[in-house]
T-cell receptor
Framework: KQEVTQIPAALSVPEGENLVLNCSFT??????LQWFRQDPGKGLTSLLL?????REQTSGRLNASLDKSSGRSTLYIAASQPGDSATYLC???????????FGAGTRLFVKA | NAGVMQNPRHLVRRRGQEARLRCSPM?????VYWYRQLPEEGLKFMVY????????ESGMPKERFSAEFPKEGPSILRIQQVVRGDSAAYFC???????????????FGPGTRLTVL
């Protein structure tokens, strides 16, 4: 049974810091992994999608890596800004099915 | 290209009533997912549908919950005889995924917040 864990559960950093959010999954037979951001009371915004054959994806100040063999992904945020404050969610889809498993998220607060 | 649309955004029901949640996928997307987010918890997969087919409903409660995605019109998540424990945010996502495609990014709607009194 696939389980997705995100560490830390919450993080507070001063503006300008580079930071890393971690996601681990127990079953390496994944189809892809997707990172989302969720603002309070809002829906999810897709940030990056990494296919199982890929090692990383980049978009602006965001970089996500994937290591299937170790069951880990990281989301790197460069030069953090107060507007980055949100909950960041990691989700995987297993091969052989389409059920998406979400982690509980990391709540990020960037102080001005 | 409008994003995924969900309505209503907020829904209040009394115990025992029925709740109907609608989701219109992005244009060109024929695959829909429903998720539930309980207060202070993560998103839980409920069901994955293609047009006129339920592909994976392993996350759906066995009773009172049903979902459909007809050939025409939005996808509907239906909850019969609602109870207080059904109060949650229900999110819909769509993707252009086909069985032959490796590109299956999910795009989420704003959610419907159901409150059961």
């Amino acid at each position: 049974k696939q389980e997705v864990t995100q560490i830390p559960a919450a993080l507070s950093v001063p503006e300008g810091e580079n930071l890393v959010l971690n996601c681990s999954f127990t079953d390496s037979a994944i189809y892809n992994l997707q990172w989302f951001r969720q603002d309070p009371g809002k829906g999810l915004t897709s940030l990056l999608l990494i296919q199982s054959s890929q090692r990383e994806q980049t978009s602006g100040r965001l970089n996500a890596s994937l290591d299937k063999s170790s069951g880990r992904s990281t989301l790197y945020i460069a030069a953090s800004q107060p507007g980055d404050s949100a909950t960041y969610l990691c989700a995987v889809i297993n091969t052989g099915g389409f059920k998406t498993i979400f982690g509980a998220g990391t709540r990020l607060f960037v102080k001005a | 290209n409008a994003g995924v649309m969900q309505n209503p955004r907020h829904l209040v029901r009394r115990r025992g009533q029925e709740a109907r949640l609608r989701c219109s996928p992005m244009k060109g997307h024929s695959h829909v997912y429903w998720y539930r987010q309980l207060p202070e918890e993560g998103l839980k997969f409920m069901v994955y549908l293609q047009k006129e087919n339920i592909i994976d409903e392993s996350g759906m409660p066995k009773e009172r919950f049903s979902a459909e995605f007809p050939k025409e019109g939005p996808s509907i998540l239906r909850i019969q005889q609602v109870v207080r424990g059904d109060s949650a945010a229900y999110f819909c996502a769509s993707s252009p995924l086909s069985r032959k495609s490796s590109y299956n990014e999910q795009f989420f709607g704003p959610g419907t917040r159901l409150t059961v009194l």
